[in-house]
């Protein structure tokens, strides 16, 4: 379920967030209109996202305020779902959400210049707002395409259509995924750069004054742009085409290895030269998952990653590590996004298998082993 913990909800969210509001609340009329104009600009009816009246923020606080986190995601995705049916472009609604937020920005900092904990508050709302607003959105649209279309394939095309559900259901998640990871990381980082140079007033304030803003804007700006590196690798599928599948695995391992201190090694046999493009994205998307795995549960120092092929008939890849392990045939323990993987692979007519020995004092040999085998179309029987 997208979104955040509840816990958090409650810690982070509710209480300053709901502060912020309070704040912006006697400026409600002049938010209001300025944003009304904003939304027109984008071609949205009004109507849509301000209902009949106009944005009241004292209202909004308490709503806020009493709000339950399970009723607070279900209203807003909610929002979303109507929003598609609507026939409202995501586009726009994220656009205009986040000029909202700009708006509100620059009131918080005329009317509490010295303050950053509303805008922070109000930055994690924002985020938090639009990434449910997002996910009810899509979700009522793949929800609408999967009914339609299971009420009018046959039982043959139905089973086709299920695995293409799939593949679109995981799209759907990497993209709100990316969305998240844009929002909480480059997104925040570039408002707080915004609001450090808006505050830097050489002239009244003096060079040695703001040294520390600026080297505090350096710093986000160096964080941003390894995000950018980082998400830029994470999305896979869009350096293929620069790098090439196996180059990009090979930079994807070596970031990972600098990052994390795992040490990484790749052992690469005979590849054909042509790959179908959906195999590239399941074996790419199978290794990050194993590699999130073995930094978040194994604990692991050394990871063995092997590529090849059997008489250009199958794909072959294996992921062994040293860490923990743990035990395959519990159905009780976490599965680590296991059945993900395996879907993955399944879709594409392959086999997944998975071996594990848990670090118990009897065994000497411990850790985790995935094997992938994805059948190449045309190629023999293998």
């Known amino acids: 379920m997208p979104g955040i913990s509840q816990r958090r909800f409650y810690s982070t969210i509710r209480g300053p967030s709901t502060e912020a509001l309070e704040i912006l609340a006697p400026y409600s009329g002049e938010i209001s209109a300025l944003w009304l104009r904003e939304i027109q600009s984008l071609g949205l ?49 994220v656009g205009s959400l986040n000029r909202l937020f700009e708006i509100c920005l620059s009131v918080l900092q005329r009317t509490v210049p010295k303050r950053a904990t509303p805008v922070l508050a109000l930055a994690r709302l924002q985020a938090l707002v639009s990434l449910l607003i997002v996910s009810g959105y899509t979700g009522q649209w793949a929800a609408g395409k999967k009914n339609l279309m299971e009420a009018t394939l046959s039982e043959e095309e139905g089973r086709r259509h299920v695995a293409s559900a799939y593949v679109t259901r995981i799209y759907e998640q990497e993209r709100r995924r990316l969305s998240q990871d844009l929002h909480d990381e480059i997104g925040h980082d570039l408002i707080l750069l915004k609001l450090n140079l808006e505050m830097m007033d050489l002239e009244n304030q003096g060079v040695e004054r703001i040294r520390p803003r600026l080297a505090e804007a350096i710093s986000l700006v160096a964080h941003s742009i390894d995000s950018v590196r980082r998400l830029i690798l994470d999305l896979g599928p869009a350096v293929f ?142």
């Open 45 to 93: 009816p009004a109507s849509r996202l301000l209902g009949r009246g106009l944005l009241d923020f004292a209202q909004l606080a308490s709503a806020l305020r009493d709000a339950t986190y399970a009723g607070f995601r279900q209203g807003l995705q909610n929002f979303g779902e109507e929003l598609a049916h609507q026939g409202a472009r995501m586009d726009r609604v």
């Open 241 to 382: 085409e620069d790098l090439g599948f196996l180059p990009a695995v090979k930079s994807y391992i070596s970031q990972f290895s600098a990052r994390t201190k795992i040490k990484v090694t790749l052992r690469d046999s005979y590849l054909p030269a042509e790959i179908p493009s959906s195999h590239q994205v399941a074996l790419y998307r199978i290794l990050q998952g194993a590699l999130s795995n073995v930094l978040k549960h194994a604990h692991a120092a050394n990871v063995k990653v092997s590529m090849g092929s059997m008489k250009d008939a199958v794909l072959i890849m294996v992921i062994e590590d040293d860490g923990a392990g743990f035990d395959v045939t519990s159905k009780t323990g976490r599965r680590f996004g296991l059945t993900a993987m395996r879907e993955r692979v399944e879709v594409l007519g392959g086999r997944f298998h998975v071996q594990s020995k848990p670090a118990w004092p009897a065994n000497k040999i411990h850790g985790t082993r995935i094997e992938v085998d994805l059948p190449l179309p045309g190629g023999e029987k293998a």
